[in-house]
Structures are given as C-alpha cells and as structure tokens.
C-alpha cells in the first residue's frame, strides 16, 4: 500500500483567509483525489486530480473555492480559499494503490474556522 | 440521491460476538466494493473489499458477503473485540481504485469488553 503523508495535520484559521493543503505519496500515482469530512459525516469527494491535466471537480465544488495543483506524480495541494466556518471539516487525500481496485488515504488535515 | 444506503447508523457488540454491517447501492455500474475502518483522528484505512464475480471474502475476522442480484453487501466481523471500536464505511465505485469512491454514512462499532 502507499505511504501518504499530509501537511499541515490540523490548523485554525480566520475567517477570509486561505489554507494550503499538501499531500505527498511515496510512490508514483497517477489519480490522486481530495475528499472532505465534516464532523462525525461521511466522506465526500471534492475533486479528482491528474497529473498534467486539470483538475475535475464534483457537483458542489468549484475551482474559485478549492484550487488544486498537481505538479508531479507524488505530490498534490488543495487550497480552502476565502474559508467560512462551514468549511470547518477534515480533508483527505487519497491515491490508487499499486493494485487496481485499491484505493488508500492520508491521515487527513483537521481544520477549524473561527 | 445517496447511493449506497449503510445501516445501522451505529452498533453495540459484546467482546466475542459477531458485528454485521449491511450496505446496499443503487447503480448497477459499480464493480468494487470496499470497507474501510476509521479510529478517531485518523484517516480511514482500507480494511477488505470484494469484487462482484464472488460472493464471499473473508481475511481472518472480517468477511464481506455479496449478494449482486439484491445490490446488497455486508461486512462480519466475528470474536469482535473491544479494539474493533471504530467507524466503519462502506463504499462503492465504478473501474476500483482508479475512480472515485461513494461512501455509506457510517456505522460507529462499540464493542464492549
């Protein structure tokens, strides 16, 4: 299975202000995705990213609000921009295993709005 | 529109006994069929998973049990035990890995000692 690390592992932000999110594999992948939990919910994803192509969004999401990077094939960033309280949740990164059918997260990155 | 419908919302087990999870989905496109385990503060980690060309798959004490005709699967997990306590997910997805997951809404285990 794939090592993913991400950063920062939690924070509390101002209201209006933006937090970049990084999430860094051990291997090579070539679908990363970005998923949100709000307290005690189920995971939703936010958006799929591929290496050298932008980013597809899912129905809710926009780029303008979370702006993703995917610069390499180990390595992705999910920008909260201009946050709310209500974006208050955690955020996952997860990638495709080295076996199809497989597919595993990062430990996730808490955050808090005030 | 939820598509893949998870119950009970939660669950108290006693140490030794069988917890049984059940999920059913609606799109008859999905192919692969995961659990995963969440403790608190961590990320959800991928505990067993089945694809729809059997109906059985058992990796020590956990076995997902799939039932294609009625959209309908189900995780076992026998001589439960108090570290089991956890949430528990379940999900579906079209092509595996390389797509993106839909989750159930949770079922939050208690197994008491």
């Known amino acids: 299975s794939a090592v993913i690390s991400q950063k920062p592992s939690r924070d509390i932000c101002q209201r209006g202000t933006s937090l970049t999110i990084q999430c860094q594999v051990d291997?090579?992948?070539?679908?990363m995705f970005w998923y949100r939990q709000q307290p005690g919910q189920s995971l939703t994803l936010i958006a799929t990213?591929?290496?050298?192509?932008?980013?597809?969004?899912e129905s809710g999401f926009v780029i303008d609000k979370f702006p993703i990077s995917r610069p390499n094939l180990t390595f992705s960033t999910l920008t909260v921009s201009n946050m709310s309280p209500e974006d208050s949740s955690i955020y996952l990164c997860?990638?495709?295993?080295?076996?199809?059918?497989?597919?595993?997260f990062g430990p996730g990155t808490r955050l808090t709005v005030t | 529109q939820q598509q893949v419908k998870q119950s009970p919302q939660s669950l108290i087990v006693q140490k030794g006994g069988i917890s049984i999870i059940n999920c059913a989905y609606e799109?008859?496109?999905?192919?692969?069929f995961p659990w995963y385990q969440q403790f608190p503060g961590k990320g959800p980690a991928l505990l067993i998973a089945?694809?729809?060309?059997?109906s059985e798959k058992k990796e020590g004490r956990f076995t997902i049990s799939f039932n294609k005709s009625a959209k309908q699967f189900s995780l076992h997990i026998m001589d439960s035990q108090p570290g089991d306590s956890a949430t528990y997910f379940c999900a579906a997805s079209k092509k595996g890995g390389s797509e993106k997951l839909v989750f159930g809404k949770g079922t939050k285990l208690t197994v008491n000692p």
């Open positions: 799109n008859t496109a999905f192919d692969y």
């Open positions: 291997s090579q992948v070539t679908m």
């Open positions: 990213a591929n290496q050298g192509s932008e980013a597809t969004y």
């Open positions: 997860s990638v495709e295993g080295g076996k199809s059918y497989e597919q595993y």
């Open positions: 089945i694809r729809p060309d059997v």
